[in-house]
């Protein structure tokens, strides 16, 4: 499959948006970055699985059982597989099965020469959801980093950016999906993590090419709706836009661009809710709810700055720890 995908944006058939997500994925595919290759991998789709070992150097993938899911019963099936690094047993995992397909792969994510083990799996649903679990030697110790359920939008495969030999995740920040309009209509900021000591740490602002050239797509997509001649979207492209210009450092005229460009006869994502999701009202506009909503992603803080210390790697990795 195209790698793209499954990047930071999708092919959206039959739809307004349809060629603005297409550009974006032809701004990024003629990027120069090397996407890292898998050493060796292994599928889980719809064949039974027993004793399957994957190996490359030290590290080894023993995968003990696996049974597809049975659309047909409710049977609980189960993946079993056991990891090891120089012949020595690090842990084992069962779940169970609540994927569509899966697949483990070994690759080298940092230059230490010793592959991670990667499980990615799909979860299935309308958009939903690819999870990454990653697995990684550090000293004598197994890192384990878990990410949370990636929409397609967001979940793209490793690629060394700039040639550092650390890979980053390309991702996007899946909380604008649906925020102020159809999820065809969602531009989310993009969100690079790279991998270093075991860990995805966020590297966003490192990597200006890739958030100007995100940004671009969204001013192109938006630059002829106006306040008296909206384009149906407009405000859901918008409100990444000014996401990704606060990341850029370009908050006040990200802003300037917002209010020149949105929609002010669109509804959708003006009621306001309190922390238990109740409805409290109405903001008076688009821009007063897409400040408040900044500042609840924490792009903005309460002063209504944009946030220095802004961490977005905590809305990809769920969890981590080492085993
Ligand atoms: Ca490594
Ligand atoms: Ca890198």
Redesign the pocket.
């Given at each position: 499959m195209w790698r793209n995908l499954l990047g930071r944006n999708q092919i959206l058939g039959g739809n307004i948006l349809a060629v603005p997500l297409m550009a974006g994925i032809l701004a990024l595919a003629s990027a120069t970055a090397a996407i890292a290759e898998p050493l060796a991998e292994i599928s889980l789709g719809d064949v039974p699985l027993r004793n399957q070992a994957l190996t490359v150097g030290p590290v080894s993938v023993r995968i003990l059982e696996f049974d597809p899911v049975n659309y047909a019963t409710d049977e609980t099936r189960y993946l079993a597989y056991e990891l090891y690094i120089d012949g020595e047993f690090q842990t084992e995992v069962r779940q169970e099965v609540d994927f569509m397909f899966a697949d483990f792969s070994l690759q080298n994510l940092d230059p230490d020469g010793i592959p991670e083990v990667i499980f990615h799996r799909y979860t299935g649903g309308a958009h939903c959801c690819s999870i990454y679990t990653i697995y990684s030697a550090q000293g004598d110790r197994l890192h384990r980093t878990i990410t949370y359920p990636l929409d397609a939008s967001a979940a793209g495969t490793f690629e060394?950016?700039?040639?550092?030999?650390?890979?980053?995740f390309l991702s996007a920040d899946q909380r604008f999906l649906y925020a102020f309009g159809s999820y065809a209509s969602s531009w989310p900021p993009i969100v690079t993590l790279?991998f270093r000591n075991g860990s995805l740490i966020d590297t966003t602002r490192q990597f200006s090419e890739d958030m100007r050239s995100n940004a671009y797509g969204m001013y192109e997509h938006t630059r002829e709706s106006t306040p008296n001649e909206p384009k149906l979207g407009a405000n859901s492209i918008l409100a990444g836009y000014v996401a990704q210009k606060i990341l850029m450092g370009e908050y006040e005229s990200g802003w300037d661009y917002m209010l020149a460009h949105h929609d002010p006869t669109d509804s959708w994502g003006l009621t306001e809710y309190n922390s238990s999701g109740e409805a409290m009202g109405t903001f008076a506009d688009f821009p007063a709810a897409l400040e408040s909503f900044l500042v609840d992603l924490d792009y903005l803080t309460v002063t209504g700055d944009p946030n220095p210390n802004l961490d977005l790697s905590r809305i990809v990795v769920e969890q981590e720890s080492l085993l």
């Open positions: 060394d950016l700039d040639g550092d030999d650390y890979s980053e790279t």
